[in-house]
RNA sequence: GCCCCCAUCGUCUAGAGGCCCAGGACACCGGCCUUUCAAGCCGGCAACAGCGAUUCGAAUUCGCUUGGGGGCGCCA
């Protein structure tokens, strides 16, 4: 499989990027990667019904976001194209027919009505539900009759009714399941479009595809690929169902669990290095600690071997963290620069941003930023005209307003004609000041922050005066005593 | 109902017979640092689902039970 290795990411739009399908994406590009073989996108797009709008975009969009490139497929071409199974309906269809024409197959009559029947009453005496093969062995006299009732028939599989069918799954081990199980499933509807079934069987086969990595979900459908490739003569790929992603109630991730779709945690403001750090961690572990992997090191350490085969439970927590843990790690220039479009859109009035001053105010939160959105609610004192706040937060521990107003106004005065305004002299200044108060530091810092940022939490009380500038810092002191003054 | 898969701290996981009275990380709780917050550092809490069997020895092997998940569509 040195050299041979191709694999494929096969989503169907009928939908948001879902971040389970993204981790199988992943996984099949770090494979890829890791073995130095192909990554294939193949649209599934056979579901005429469910198809929406867009989702195609979404969904390579959420691909190129995360850096997984891919070798063959939309946009790219490839020699093995068309990459749409909307665009490949003719090979679908030719192996259909040659599957009728072997005897592996069939036309069936049956409306969506009687078999809904069939089913809800095989639910109903407890009996698995499945299709009860009425048209497998239709003489010619009755399939006239029933073309004359029905133009438009599906056609079925004939899943072989003893035996067993046996693989090996590269992440399970060996697999069985009973034939006698498995009923015979649909190959192509009645609107000309293959079943899933059949178009991975029959793309997988013409792509080449060595390896076939998806999520559990489909281990049940395995049995029916194995045989489907062996009636067509192909040789099969290898299979590795991957762990399920679940909720935090355990049942399969979906939207009631909050974000899904990878197109919120973008806009969430989670980097793609975190996003892609995490979500290999979730069914792959290299080791007993290492933890953060940068997509190099995710590429030469990724294997099929240490895939689990628990289902995981997405834990936004540890995410948040491996967020903040990237975000801390961005040079302050990148930071800035990643930093700005959630800036632009989360502060709304006013503010025309100064690169300057923007490049001054970030370094000063990159350490307590978990996510790039969070930074317009860290930076808004920053930017916002006039403060907001509780007068009492102006009081601290210990002191009444009168104290807090003394420590203002004797400030304001200390601050005035204070050259340069920068961290340092600040520092230097408002030290003392505190002793000369009978306050402790922390009481007078505390009462300039509110008045300085109109909060108790912000950045380091000196930096952030500096980059505010005296004017600024002047001003709202001053603010700060008359609110006080007011009552 | 039937079939398949799975089973270690709340969560992600390490562990492929003795290195494990089970290791790391997130979260949580303390402490240190400190002008708040964050970061950092130190410490703590917390798990092998149960029962049998194999073995000198089992989280690791086997069986059963229980629990969880998935599948059983003219959806993928």
């Known amino acids: 499989m040195k050299n041979h290795v191709r694999v494929r990411y096969a989503p169907s739009p009928t939908g948001y990027p879902h971040v389970g399908n993204i981790r199988t994406a992943l996984f099949n590009w770090l494979f890829a990667r890791h073995h130095g073989g192909s990554f294939i996108v193949r649209i599934e797009d056979t579901d005429v019904a469910r198809g929406v709008e867009g989702a195609v975009e979404a969904i390579l969009d959420g691909l190129k976001w995360l850096g997984m490139d891919w070798d063959e497929g939309p946009g790219v071409g490839g020699s093995y194209g068309p990459y749409y199974q909307s665009q490949r309906l003719d090979k679908y269809r030719a192996s259909a027919e040659r599957l009728i024409a072997q005897g592996n197959a069939y036309y069936c009559y049956c409306s969506p009505e009687r078999l809904e029947q069939m089913r809800a009453e095989q639910i109903r005496r407890k009996q698995p539900p499945g299709y009860d093969r009425r048209c497998r062995d239709l003489s010619q006299s009755e399939i006239a009759g029933c073309r004359l009732e029905n133009k438009n028939p599906v056609v079925r599989f004939k899943f072989p009714t003893e035996g067993k069918t046996t693989f090996t799954d590269m992440v399970r081990g060996e697999v069985t399941f009973e034939n006698a199980r498995i009923d015979d499933f649909v190959l192509m509807k009645s609107d000309g479009y293959p079943t899933y079934h059949l178009a991975s069987v029959v793309d997988d086969h013409l792509m080449e595809i060595s390896h076939v990595l998806r999520a559990e979900e489909w281990l049940s459908s395995a049995p029916r690929h194995l045989q489907l490739y062996q009636a067509l003569g192909f040789e099969p790929p290898r299979f590795a169902h991957l762990p399920m ?22 806009e969430q403001g989670y980097l793609p290095e975190a996003m892609v750090n995490f ?6 572990s290299l080791d007993d600690k290492t933890e ?12 099929l071997e240490r895939v689990s085969k628990t289902a995981a439970i997405f834990n936004r927590e540890k995410l948040e963290w491996m967020n903040g843990v990237y975000i801390r790690k961005l040079s302050p220039e990148d930071f800035i620069k990643r930093a700005t479009p959630f800036l632009e859109e989360g502060l709304p009035e006013e503010v025309p941003l100064s690169d300057d001053y923007v490049r001054r105010i970030m370094p000063l939160i990159q350490e307590r930023a978990r996510t790039l959105a969070e930074i317009p609610g860290l930076t808004d004192f920053f930017f916002t005209k006039k403060l907001e706040y509780e007068t009492e937060l102006l009081v601290g521990k210990k002191m009444d307003r009168e104290s807090a107003g003394r420590a203002l106004s004797l400030s304001l005065e200390k601050l005035k004609p204070l050259e340069p305004f920068d961290e340092n002299s600040l520092e230097a200044l408002l030290r003392p000041l505190a002793m000369e108060l009978g306050l402790k530091t922390g009481q007078l810092f505390g009462t300039l922050r509110v008045a300085v940022t109109g909060r108790t939490v912000a950045p380091p009380l000196f930096q952030t005066m500096a980059v505010l500038g005296k004017e600024r810092c002047l001003g709202r002191i001053r603010e700060a005593i008359t609110s006080l003054n007011r009552v």
């Open 245 to 266: 992603l679940l909720g935090t109630d355990r049942s399969k991730l979906s939207k009631r669990h909050g974000a899904v779709s990878i197109t919120e945690y973008k």
């Open 279 to 284: 979500l290999a961690l979730l069914g792959w």
């Open 292 to 303: 953060i992997m940068s997509r190099q090191e995710l590429i030469e350490n990724f294997s």
